[in-house]
Structures are given as C-alpha cells and as structure tokens.
C-alpha cells in the first residue's frame, strides 16, 4: 500500500535538488539534516539487539550492508580509504552503468537491493533511510517491500517466486547526508523487508518503527513469560523524563551493558515529585514475578522504586510492588503473594535515577490470549 513521506524539502526535477554540500572540514553533522518523526517513539522492529539482521545484498562493494542496522550513528573519517575507495559507515554499493557506451546509464528499472530479516516481527508504521555522510553518493530514489515469512528463512526461499513482496515505500527521492522519514499505514505484520536503491548508492542506517504483534502459539507453547519484554508485545507508552536515554530501553532482551542501554533521567531538583515510566503490556496478563535491574548504574540508579498496574484504559492503578530500596548496578527479584492481573504498569523511580532492565514474569490469562489472537489474526499479511 502506499505511504504518505515525511519530506522536509519540495520536490524538484533537479537530479541533484537534494545533494548535500561536500564535506568542508570540522564537524561532519553540523549541516546534518535531521527530522522529527512521531513514530520513532515506537520500537524499532530492526534493532539488532531483538534479533535483527541485514541478511543478504545484491552488492556491497564500497561498504558491508550489516552497517545498515548499527545502532550508533554513522561515524565520518575523511581519512579513511581502503583498496576498494573511501570506506563509508554504511551499505555503499558501486555505481551502475549501461549495457553499452551509446547508453552508459543503468536503465531506469535497475536498483540494488538489501533484505533485512526484523528483529521482532510486527506492524511498521514508520521507516527512516539515514543517509549521513553520503553527500553526493546517495541514492537517487529509495523503495522498500515488506512480505511476511515465516520460520528462518534463507535469502533464495524469500526470493523464490511464490514470496509476496508487499510495497511499503514506493520509489521515492531522498536527501543525501540527511534523515529520510515515511510513514507507513498498511496495518498487517511482516517478517522481513526489501531495501531497494534506485539506481545505486548508499544509505549509513536504516529504522524501522512499529509494533510487534508475537506468536500466540508461541507465547501459548512457553507458558511464563516476559510479559512486558519488547520481543513479546510489550510496548513504552510514555515517561516523565528522557532526558538522557529511552525508557524505552527497559523492555529490550538481554542485560544492558553500558549506562545508556537503559532509563536515565537528569536530576530531579522538584521535592514530592518522582519520575516514572509506563507500559502496556501485549494484552491482559497475570503477573507472578518481578525483576528490576540497575546493572552499569552506579552512582545514578533510582533510590527507591514502585510499581503500580491496572486492567483496562480506564482502571484504577493499585500497588503491585510498594516502594523498595534499590542497590546500584545489582539485579533484584520480587516474587508476588497474588498474582497481578494487568494490562498496563507504570514503574515510579523516587526521586529520580536510572533503571536498566524491568521484566514481568507470568501468562496471558485467557481474555488475553484471545485477544491477542484476534489481533495476530487482523494483521497477517
């Protein structure tokens, strides 16, 4: 289906309308052209630490295509040559030519491709095509397809003819060393996606925003659950402070490994307020344990937490775990005298301070279940 695109710039027939200036020196993001999406709030499907990964490219000569989905930013060293040319922090691929010297320019259908397997497979609503530091060496155009594949699949299964491709972005202009955002409103969920580059190019990294919508039969077939993890449907609604990282972080698989890999507020300066962070988990469930960790925060965790849950939208928030002293980069284990029935948790930190990892163990009940079903069901692609 199509999408509407975020463009910050009017169009032009101009081939190079939106080229960037070359690099002059000094700072290489001081003429970065940024973008505000509002669906960046939304996980991103393509994060490496949910599973993702770029798993197969027609072509990546100049730059490795696994650059694409690095979760820092795209680094710039005006330095930096190999054998092949400069070496760029991004999926660059070498420039196309014609079939002849009468007509040296690729047709208009060529394009290189990348297929990139989604972490957590859910619905997009949004993309962003980074195309930092690639001033004049970005693509002219970029499209993308989704198509939903089930299992793990190798690039000839999801290339075979009998794989429905999806259009989610048709060909499209881009801005070269700049923020490319598109919105996407197809509402079904996908597996995989089809980065394409019209004619050629390179693009420094790629997001993909969405919802994940799990597996019910999966999720049925392990019983307890983390039922707030990102990977299983969980999802950040909204938070008092980010001020110096995602709230978002908190939800994701693993053991944070640095600072930033989790929730840290600034300071809070205001006496009888606290910060905190909410969530809605992927449908009604009864929450049995608890495990809050301050894992790399040390002089910078949260001194004391709490947690309170509520069933539906509009239900009363009750304590699930009252307020507890924290101990700095040390994991923390709750295991509940009654189950919580929940579908929504907002974790308070007092007053201020840094969580790296909360996780809610226990299982959808069955109103959840089903729910979560239909939902699963609407969505296939």
């Known amino acids: ?63 490795e295509r696994e650059n694409l989905l690095i979760r820092e930013p795209a680094v710039f060293d005006p330095q930096r040559f190999g054998h092949k040319g400069k070496i760029m922090d991004g999926w660059e691929t070498r420039r196309r030519r014609g079939v002849d010297a009468d007509q040296p320019f690729p047709a208009p259908e060529d394009h290189d491709w990348a297929i990139v397997r989604l972490g957590a497979p859910g619905i997009v609503r949004g993309i962003v095509v980074d195309t930092a530091h690639f001033r004049g060496n970005y693509p002219q155009r970029v499209s993308v397809q989704a198509a939903a594949v089930e299992g793990a699949p190798g690039p000839e299964e999801l290339l075979a003819d009998d794989v429905t491709w999806e259009e989610l972005v048709p060909p499209t202009p881009v801005r070269g060393h700049a923020a490319n955002g598109f919105e996407v409103t197809d509402g079904r969920r996908y597996t995989h996606l089809r980065v394409c580059q ?83 988990l992927p449908a009604q469930g009864a929450v049995r344990a608890v495990e809050i960790d301050t894992a790399c925060l040390k002089g910078n965790a949260a001194g004391w937490i709490g947690l309170l849950g509520r069933d539906g939208d509009s239900g009363e928030w009750f304590e699930i775990i009252p307020r507890t002293r924290l101990q700095p980069d040390t994991p923390h284990r709750f295991v509940l005298d009654t189950e919580a029935v929940v579908t929504h948790v907002r974790l308070d930190a007092y007053p201020d301070g840094g969580v790296a990892r909360m996780r809610l163990h226990g299982s959808l009940t069955e109103p959840g279940a089903a729910e979560l079903a239909r939902r699963y069901d609407e969505s296939a692609a």
Request: hydrophobic content about 35%; aromatic content about 10%.
């Open 1 to 63: 289906m199509p999408t509407d695109t975020i463009q910050t710039e009017p169009r032009s027939t101009d081939p190079h309308a939106h080229d960037a200036a070359p690099y002059g020196g000094g700072d290489p993001y001081a003429d970065y052209r940024a973008g505000a999406f509002p669906f960046t709030e939304l996980a991103d499907l393509a994060d490496r630490r949910l599973g993702a990964g770029v798993i197969a490219a027609n072509d990546e000569f100049f730059a």
């Open 198 to 280: 019209h004619p050629d190019g390179g693009i420094a990294r790629l997001r993909v925003h969405g919802e994940v919508v799990p597996d019910p039969a999966w999720l049925a077939a392990l019983g307890t659950i983390d039922l707030i993890s990102i990977l299983n449907g969980g999802m950040y609604e909204d938070a008092s402070d980010r001020f110096y990282s995602s709230p978002a972080q908190i939800i994701l698989p693993g053991t944070s490994r640095t600072m930033d890999d989790g929730w840290e507020n600034r300071r809070r300066r205001v006496r009888g307020t606290n910060d905190w962070v909410r969530f809605r």
